[in-house]
């Protein structure tokens, strides 16, 4: 049978390295994960059992194409606790998963060819979400001198329709300040283009604040999700705040793209947005994490990195290692039963000299996986 030309998208290689892992384990072997970026921990205590009650008595049935009232609502409100943002909830829109605002975003703001930027390296379904919509990603090679993060110089004829930046960023863990930000913002209305800033990482940052789009401006498209600080991947829930004129064209989208957000998931959700200690706990062991890759990796022989802002992820540069940073995964898979992802994931053109390193895990698992990767190099070195 045919298939179309925007389906031919490339396979998200985590996944792969995930399946490999997984075999690797079915034939016996103690693998750690240091490719995934999730939490190993589950949803809030709290959260579960505010939907163990709602099973009892409610048949959560479809919610309205925007969510739950009250879960956009208890959203506003965290825009008010974390950068002292007053938000309407009524821009608040409940999606599945920041994937679910991905699609409903960029179907409401471009038109088919359009020209959307997105920072290289970066999360690489952001490109192959445009492609299947018939859209044209457009990659923005960054740099170490500006943290891998985009700047507004980039944008200089690229003639784009929108921009997507994400901080902290997937795989670097950079930010972007306030006056970075705001120059982002700026350059990219400057030619016409919508603004989209990725935040689903925010609450897991370790020295400042991570920023938020509507410090700046309302005139924009802001995604978050349940799955990172809130700790609740497989859950399928985030959010998306647009411009007050915005909300019913995203509502129509939504109400025939998903209907909605899966109910029992806004409801947990909601429950989970109350479960402050739990999560930061969960942070703690991060911040924890982050230290002792920041250690452990240039000791081991990963010395080429920049300190991560937030997020939970090292990205390194393996040039003087390999040209081949796939083929290099593999290797340390199979010899030092440690899982990492190859660049190439993020970045087409310059991934293949750089690797991921996650630390969601628990620290035990990051103690042993580093004892494990320095034990590869010095075999290595020989
Ligand atoms: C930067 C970034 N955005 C979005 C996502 C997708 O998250 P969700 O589970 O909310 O769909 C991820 C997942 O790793 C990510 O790293």
Known sequence: MRNSSRSNVDPFIVMDVMEAARRAEEAGRHIIHMEVGQPSTGAPVA???ALAKALDHDSLGYTVALGLPALRKRIAQLYG????VDLNPERVVITPGSSGAFLLSFTALFDSGDRVGIGAPGYPSYRQILHALGLTPVDIETSLDHRLQPVPQDLTGLDLA?????????PTGTMLDKPAMAALI???????????SDEIY???EYEAKAVTALEVTDECYVINSFSKYFSMTGWRVGWMVVPEDHVRV???????????????????ALAAMDCREELEGNLAVYARNRALMLEGLPKAGFDRIAPPDGAFYVYADVSELTHDSRAFAQEILDEAGVAVTPGLDFDPKRGATTLRFSYARATADIEEGLTRLTAFMAARRG
């Open 250 to 268: 995203v509502e129509r989208i939504a109400q025939n793209m998903f209907i909605c957000a899966p109910h029992a998931s806004q409801v947990a």
């Open 81 to 84: 606790e974390w950068y002292n």
């Open 202 to 204: 925010h609450g897991i």
């Open 162 to 170: 929108g921009l997507m930046v994400a901080s902290p960023a997937n």
């Open 186 to 196: 700026d350059a990219a209305q400057g030619q016409g283009a919508a603004f989209i």
């Open 47 to 49: 959260a579960r059992e």
